[in-house]
């Protein structure tokens, strides 16, 4: 599948001092879609149409610093939450549906507890609840630790953009797929590792990485959770992540969300909704006409 077959609207927005590209289509409920690293809006391409079909008006952005958004800090969570929040209202959405991946799965549960009365239901895809992955990094699972090992590297000034960039991006094309992406073929993946080598766009986002443990180190939490989570929430999870792992991050997180339904993938992995998009998108479309 190539961009020009994924029909869409393109729009810009100045948005909490930053220009924010975004793509929507359909009508109906909104859905927000926040993608993870190291992609873009472009990620959702299986299931924009599908959702915009269902009866929803799908609103994908490339977040700050991503693809063609503006590269321009900081990257701390608070802000990009704050985009988020400045999105909806260029949008003029007073409540939407969220859905997150990866690091926008962080960003969604983040977006949720802060702007609770702007969010009318929660779905998180293979992206844990801070509060528990904070747990784990701070020594409660040494196999998660051991997993993370990534974010700890991304600390290092300039060597990790030399890294992700050289050679084509065969570092970063090799551990898109180590964390089973084996799915995704090179139509796929390929406008992520492009967009990479703009200038600036490998630091914008390592730079997530780094505001978020910089700011764990300093106060014992990259995210501050202030209370459960309100909304009716669906957490998707492909078993096979080999970055994030399920036995050690998912259950419990009963404690941290007041409505919660869990739905295991089992022959999928991180990018679950790449890999196994009928699934999803049935999963997801159940969960929000409820």
Not at 27 to 32: A, L
Not at 68 to 89: C, H, M, N, Q
Request: hydrophobic share 45%.
């Amino acid at each position: 599948m190539k961009q020009a077959d994924v029909e869409v609207t393109h729009r810009m927005s100045e948005v909490n001092g930053v220009r924010l590209h975004w793509v929507e289509r359909g009508e109906g409920e909104p859905i927000v879609l926040l993608h993870g690293f190291p992609e873009s809006w472009w990620t959702w391409r299986c299931q924009i149409a599908p959702l915009a079909a269902a009866g929803f008006r799908v609103i994908a952005p490339d977040l700050r610093g991503y693809a063609l958004s503006e590269r321009k800090g900081p990257y701390d969570i608070d802000t990009l939450a704050a985009d988020v929040l400045g999105l909806l209202d260029a949008a003029g959405v007073a409540r939407a549906n969220v859905v997150g991946h990866d690091w926008g799965g962080g960003l969604a549960w983040h977006f949720a507890d802060v702007h609770a009365d702007r969010v009318r239901r929660l779905a998180v895809l293979n992206a844990p609840h801070p509060a528990p992955f904070q747990r784990a990094l701070r020594g409660k699972s040494l196999r998660q630790m051991r997993r993370s090992w990534y974010m700890f590297f991304f600390l290092l000034p300039r060597f990790p953009e030399w890294l992700v960039t050289r050679n084509d991006g065969a570092w970063t094309r090799g551990f898109y797929h180590h964390v089973n992406g084996e799915h995704l073929g090179e139509e796929d993946t390929r406008p992520f590792f492009d967009a990479l080598k703009a200038p600036g766009a490998a630091t914008a986002a390592i730079d997530y990485y780094r505001a978020a443990v910089k700011r764990g180190l300093r106060s014992g939490a990259a995210f501050q959770t202030t209370a459960r989570i309100a909304a009716p929430t669906l957490l998707v999870w492909g078993t096979q992540d080999r970055s994030l792992l399920f036995d050690e991050l998912v259950p419990g997180t009963e404690e941290w969300v007041q409505d919660l339904r869990t739905e295991k993938v089992e022959d999928a992995g991180h990018f679950v909704h790449c890999e196994r998009p009928e699934r999803v998108n049935a999963a997801l479309a159940a969960h929000f006409a409820s």
